[in-house]
């Protein structure tokens, strides 16, 4: 493996050095991500283990519990990938989800949304650069497409003409899911700037509210259950 993917990388006021335990808060708070994955799991036993998409949704966000405890423990380029790439497929596996249980999509339609919000995906922080310049919010931007997502699923899950008890349940778990994840996301985006006052910085109350963001989120995947054409048809 080239050196380059050794390269240290310090993004956090935690870390005051390349050495394993230097963002020990980091590190450790990543145990929300395996405790709403176990919760998940519970969530799914008791709905009678059948649902393969919620199982997948457990591993998943236990994988990002790990993948952070990686990157927030070694901080170099191949770490990163560990932490970036799981969290990218939960949101796509989450956003496919979403528009077939919650909002009944047939899978041609669902594969051009999901297309449309891979396409907003890529192009969302070229244009953001382009248009704010160095205002990243410590790299936060990169979860506004995503967060938008939350919002219009729910949206249109709670403006339904004739709502069910399925699209009540995904309702308001992706808004309130959305009202924490926004909480969250602002701890992510000030983390440098606070460095001076509180030389840990904020990012862990990141990882332990988005720990509670996606446990909301697998829950009411759970809860819903899988998507079948009576319900979308309601």
Request: glycine residues 8%.
């Amino acid at each position: 493996m080239p050196s380059s993917w050794f390269e240290p990388i310090d993004l956090y006021c935690e870390r005051t050095d390349p050495s394993f335990w230097s963002e020990p808060l980091n590190a450790l708070s990543n145990a929300a991500f395996l405790v709403a994955a176990g919760a998940g799991f519970v969530l799914w036993r008791r709905a009678g283990s059948r649902d393969a998409a919620g199982l997948w949704l457990v591993a998943a966000v236990a994988i990002v519990g790990i993948g952070s405890f990686l990157f927030h423990t070694f901080a170099n380029r191949w770490s990163m990938f560990a932490d970036v790439i799981p969290i990218a497929v939960f949101v796509y596996s989450y956003v496919v989800l979403a528009l077939r249980r919650y909002l009944g999509l047939g899978w041609l339609a669902m594969l051009v949304a999901i297309g449309a919000f891979a396409l907003l995906d890529s192009c969302f922080a070229p244009l953001w650069v382009k248009i704010f310049g160095d205002v990243t919010l410590n790299g936060s931007i990169r979860y506004f497409p995503p967060a938008l997502a939350l919002n219009v699923v729910g949206a249109l899950c709670a403006m339904r003409r004739n709502p069910t008890d399925r699209s009540r349940t995904a309702a308001r778990a992706l808004l309130g899911a959305m009202a924490v994840f926004a909480v969250s996301l602002t701890f992510r985006s000030i983390d440098q700037d606070i460095c001076g006052s509180f030389p840990t910085g904020s990012h862990v109350l990141w990882h332990l509210l988005n720990g509670f963001v996606l446990f909301l989120l697998i829950a009411a995947a759970i809860r819903v259950g899988p998507w079948d054409r009576r319900a979308a048809a309601v």
